[in-house]
Structure formats: structure tokens, C-alpha cells
């Protein structure tokens, strides 16, 4: 079992930056690839990124490419995703993942889940 606990999440105004956090406690965190999704409500969840075990590898959707950010620090077990030039249309529900084969744009393929943690852009 992995158990995984997003914070920093909040209200910021279109053009601010906030850096999320993914605590996991359980067994080992750096066996796993770690994914970010979002969610906003009356849609399917949505892929961010994911970072590789060791973080040399990393993945974005194309809607935030070049603005945000997943690192991780293994020797925390925390995975962050640094967010910046922020707009409306990234305001949800950010969950962090973990999967333990391989990194996946697929929630489905992903193991164990956070409870999410709520980001809202205004304009």
C-alpha cells in the first residue's frame, strides 16, 4: 500500500504560480512512477505529468508544457509539480498518482491516488 497526500493547493489570480506537493508514506515511494491529473467537475480526469522512478525522465500534457513543472525528491518521498504562469482553464482538482510498471497518461493505469487538493485561477 502507498498512501498519498497532496497539499498547496489554493485561490491565485490568472499569471501566479503555486507549487503542489504529494506526500507518500507506505511502501517504497522511489519504485514508483508519479503522475499529476486534474479534475474539474462533469469531466474526466485529465493527464498533467508524470515523472520516472528516478526522476530523469518526465512527460506534460501539451496545455502545460513549458509552465509547469513535476520533480521529486526520493529521500522525502515527495513528489511537487510546479505551476507557474497559471490560467483560468488550469483551475480543479489536482490529484497526485503513483503506478508502478510504467509512466502512463492513462488514470486507469495508475495504482494508488491522492484525495486531491483544489486549485482556483481567476481572471
Known amino acids: 500500500q502507498l498512501q498519498l497526500v497532496e497539499s498547496g493547493g489554493g485561490w491565485v489570480q490568472a499569471g501566479d504560480s503555486l507549487r503542489l506537493s504529494c506526500a507518500a508514506s507506505g511502501r517504497s515511494f522511489s519504485s514508483y512512477f508519479m503522475g499529476w491529473f486534474r479534475q474539474t467537475p462533469g469531466k474526466e480526469r485529465e493527464f498533467v505529468a508524470f515523472i520516472s522512478w528516478s526522476g530523469s525522465s518526465t512527460i506534460y500534457a501539451d496545455s502545460v508544457k513549458g509552465r509547469f513543472f513535476i520533480s521529486r525528491d526520493n529521500a522525502k518521498n515527495t513528489v511537487y509539480l510546479q505551476m507557474n504562469s497559471l490560467k483560468p482553464k488550469d483551475t480543479g482538482v489536482y490529484y497526485c498518482?503513483?503506478?508502478?510498471?510504467?509512466?502512463?497518461?492513462?488514470?486507469?493505469?495508475?495504482?494508488?491516488w491522492g484525495q486531491g487538493t483544489q486549485v482556483t485561477v481567476s481572471s
Open positions: 498518482a503513483a503506478e508502478s510498471t510504467y509512466g502512463s497518461r492513462r488514470p486507469q493505469a495508475y495504482e494508488y
